[in-house]
């Protein structure tokens, strides 16, 4: 935590929670018997309720996304460099809000619930998910906060694709969308890295068919490893090499130590494998890599983009990073190119970076440059 809150922060927030009684259904057919959403909210709520943004997370995100929970958080929210005042999504200008979805380990309704069918924690039980299912239930929480139309909605990586699906299945109620390094649907190589992560969980003897909670024990290496492998596809191998190279943590390659040599990347990617298996529920996880993987914008379109964006009524922000392996700027450029066909207006921004996928995390001067502007005609609109 730094000596004092800096200007541009939101300062110490309190998150709330929200509890919706009425089922929803899921697109898997079932029910959901009611849910808690737990999320922050930053800035104000003007008198017409026209300058509310919200903000969808990505695949390990969750509800604190800006500022500091108290005076001893020493880090604070995963998208603090974007969210505050005078900075990209201005909270002197909008009222912010972020939440954990449905299915997460945050405090909203997920598979460490309680099952009121069961009185036991939902575990692998908890119903299969869809992005529009997190959709369906953000468009409860707007009411419930009042808001009719979101002046926009912005999501990064899987949070790209919550904003897409939001601007088909409710277009009036959001006027700009933001897609971040998204894309349409998931590459097969990407398919494959979700469920190399997933493999990792299961196959942690602790994991127990995913009742690990009855024997009050988490499958911790299966987590870690599956954050290893999501980590690496996140950096490009400039950002690797930049941070890292091939410099040693411990050891010598002089004869007969080679086995005590350690890398630094070695070290860091266990120490990120470790905290992240400390912090997030594996069927969680497993949860939501699927339903990443099952998300198809176009499916029910005839696989036809351009007729699916045809549905869409806001204006739409697009932008992807050189770097970024995992959600190439080819990815971006057919969202963009379906906008056009579909003669929606779109703005799009390819950002030279070295960050890889996490670069939509980072503080880049184009991006935070670029991003600003557009959000300044955003707020122009409210």
Known sequence: MPDAIPADSVGIVETQKVRFDEPLMLACGRELPGFDLVYESYGEL???????????????????AAGY??????????WDECIGPGKPIDT??????????????????GPTSINPETGKPWGPDFPPLRARDWVHSQVRLADHLGIDCWAAIIGGSLGG???MRWSLE??????????????????????AFNELARQAIVSDPAFADGRYMDNDAIPAQGLALARMVGHITYLSDEAMANKFGRDLRSGSFELGEADSVEFQ????????????????????????????????LAREYDNDPVKAFAHARCSFFVASFSTDWRFSPARSREIVDALIEADRPVTYVEIEADEGHDAFLMPIPRYLDVFSAYMRRVGEGC
Request: hydrophobic content about 40%.
């Open 46 to 64: 003007n008198a017409t309720g026209s300058n509310a943004v919200l903000i969808c997370h990505a695949l390990s995100g969750h509800h604190h």
């Open 69 to 78: 929970h108290s005076m001893d958080e020493r880090k604070p929210g995963w």
């Open 92 to 109: 002197d200008r909008f009222f912010v809000v972020s939440l954990n979805n449905i299915g997460g380990c945050h405090g909203s309704t």
């Open 161 to 163: 694709m919550q904003a």
């Open 170 to 191: 409710y277009p009036d109620r959001l006027k700009h969308c933001v897609v971040i390094a998204a894309a349409m649907k998931l590459s097969a190589q990407n398919l």
């Open 265 to 296: 990347v070695q070290s860091y990617l266990r120490y990120q494998g470790s905290q992240f298996s400390g912090s997030f529920d594996a069927n969680t996880y497993i949860l939501m890599t699927r339903a990443l993987d099952y998300f198809d």
